[in-house]
Antibody, heavy 125, light 109 residues
Framework: QVQLMQSGAEVKMPGASVKVSCKAS????????MHWVRQAPGQGLEWMGW????????NYAQKFQGRVTMTRDTSITTSFMELNSLRSDDTAVYYC??????????????????WGQGTLVTVSS | EIVLTQSPDTLSMSPGERATLSCRAS??????LAWYQQKPGQAPRLLIY???KRATGIPARFSGSGSGTDFTLTISSLEPEDFAVYYC???????????FGPGTKVDIK
């Protein structure tokens, strides 16, 4: 079955960077867009961007442009999300989520299904 | 940027009742709208996509409707496991960005 396994919780100082990984299994990794979403404590969901694991192409939410980088390593079927210049308000659970539809069937990013278990990133001095 | 507004913020219901949740977009999103359910401590789960299509494994008591700017998620008869937060989400055309609504919490009356 499709599984997305994310890396463990992180604690970072303000100004530092964090890199969260998302290990995919149970499907053809390069066939589906991968999305990243975050959720601050007690708050709603915030889309950060997506990556096309086949081409490496990305689209980032305007809010994060210049501060976020999404990459992938097809040899280990893993996607990565790196966020720089961390601030206290970056404290959140970060989720990866696979696109529901394959690129072969839909061609473009669509809906998010399934999701990883989430990675808590705490930014604190 | 398209903004999604959800109402009400909180819906206090009893099991067995019918729940109606609303999502409004600041401009037309056609049928590019989805609904997600999130329970405490869990990742969100896709319920409805393309405004009215149920995702795999989602019970028939969940239904979605609407197009353009006004959308509705209906839960025909609330089960105990349905008490959760529900988010709507839209997708724009190229370069295919996404935004979520602020969520509606369905809690037990």
């Amino acid at each position: 079955q499709v599984q997305l396994m994310q890396s463990g919780a992180e604690v970072k100082m303000p100004g530092a960077s964090v890199k969260v990984s998302c290990k995919a299994s149970g499907y053809i990794f390069t066939g589906y867009h991968m999305h990243w979403v975050r959720q601050a404590p007690g708050q709603g969901l915030e889309w950060m961007g997506w990556i096309n694991p086949n081409s490496g192409g990305t689209n980032y939410a305007q809010k994060f442009q210049g501060r976020v980088t999404m990459t992938r390593d097809t040899s280990i079927t893993t996607s990565f999300m790196e966020l720089n210049s961390l601030r206290s308000d970056d404290t959140a659970v970060y989720y990866c989520a696979r696109d529901r539809n394959s690129m072969a069937s839909a061609g473009v990013p669509n809906w998010f299904d399934p999701w990883g278990q989430g990675t808590l990133v705490t930014v604190s001095s | 940027e398209i903004v999604l507004t959800q109402s009400p913020d909180t819906l206090s219901m009893s099991p067995g009742e019918r729940a109606t949740l609303s999502c409004r977009a600041s401009q037309s999103v056609s049928s590019y709208l989805a609904w997600y359910q999130q329970k405490p401590g869990q990742a969100p789960r896709l319920l409805i996509y393309d405004a009215s299509k149920r995702a795999t494994g989602i019970p028939a008591r969940f239904s979605g409707s609407g197009s353009g700017t006004d959308f509705t998620l209906t839960i025909s008869s609330l089960e105990p496991e349905d008490f959760a937060v529900y988010y709507c989400q839209q997708r724009t055309d190229w370069p295919y960005g996404f935004t979520f609504g602020p969520g509606t919490k369905v809690d037990i009356k």
